[in-house]
């Protein structure tokens, strides 16, 4: 009897050289809404009074067309703490951060001081560079010689969950 099937010494496509480009792949399930994207609707909810509204979608939204400019650059982190509540960052809000983006004065990043992370606004005023906080009961965070910093990336979204 001749043994059919099975793998072929030789046979497919050589490692790496996929569509992504990367050696293996997996399937991953995920709701189909992500795929087709959210329904975004053509009318806007008043934050004030009630007001009949349009009951059609004009679109679906795609999350990721929406928020992420650069895919491979980009990745999510949770942010921890308050000392950026003044900038609309909340304890266990969603951080969308781009690696891609330039870091410059004034933008908020993630930066790695000395190996432990953190979420601040970068400030660059001549050769002083200082991570600052967004709540006056924290103290900005002076960069000398003597620290080492990585920043991460920049933060370009922030998804604040509702109490």
């Known amino acids: 009897m001749t043994k059919r099937g099975g793998k072929r010494v030789g046979a497919g496509r050589p490692k790496g050289t996929g569509k992504y480009g990367f050696e293996t792949t997996q399937t991953v399930r995920m709701p189909v809404s992500l795929i087709q994207g959210i329904?975004?609707?053509?009318?806007?909810?008043?934050?004030?009074?009630?007001?009949?509204?349009?009951?059609?979608?004009?679109?679906?939204?795609?999350?990721?067309?929406?928020?992420?400019?650069?895919?491979?650059?980009?990745?999510?982190?949770?942010?921890?703490?308050?000392?950026?509540?003044?900038?609309?960052?909340?304890?266990?809000?969603?951080?969308?951060?781009?690696?891609?983006?330039?870091?410059?004065?004034?933008?908020?990043?993630?930066?790695?001081?000395?190996?432990?992370?953190?979420?601040?606004?970068?400030?660059?005023?001549?050769?002083?560079?200082?991570l600052l906080p967004a709540n006056p009961a924290y103290k900005p965070i002076d960069i000398t010689d003597t620290h080492e910093l990585v920043i991460w990336g920049v933060v370009t979204h922030v998804i604040h969950t509702p109490d």
Request: charged share 20%.
């Open 39 to 130: 329904p975004l609707y053509g009318s806007k909810v008043p934050a004030g009074f009630p007001s009949p509204g349009d009951d059609y979608i004009e679109k679906y939204l795609d999350l990721n067309q929406q928020f992420i400019k650069h895919p491979a650059a980009t990745f999510l982190v949770i942010a921890s703490g308050d000392s950026m509540i003044g900038a609309g960052i909340h304890s266990g809000d969603l951080l969308i951060v781009d690696r891609s983006l330039n870091t410059k004065h004034g933008k908020i990043v993630i930066a790695a001081i000395d190996g432990e992370l953190t979420v601040k606004r970068l400030s660059k005023v001549g050769e002083r560079l200082q």
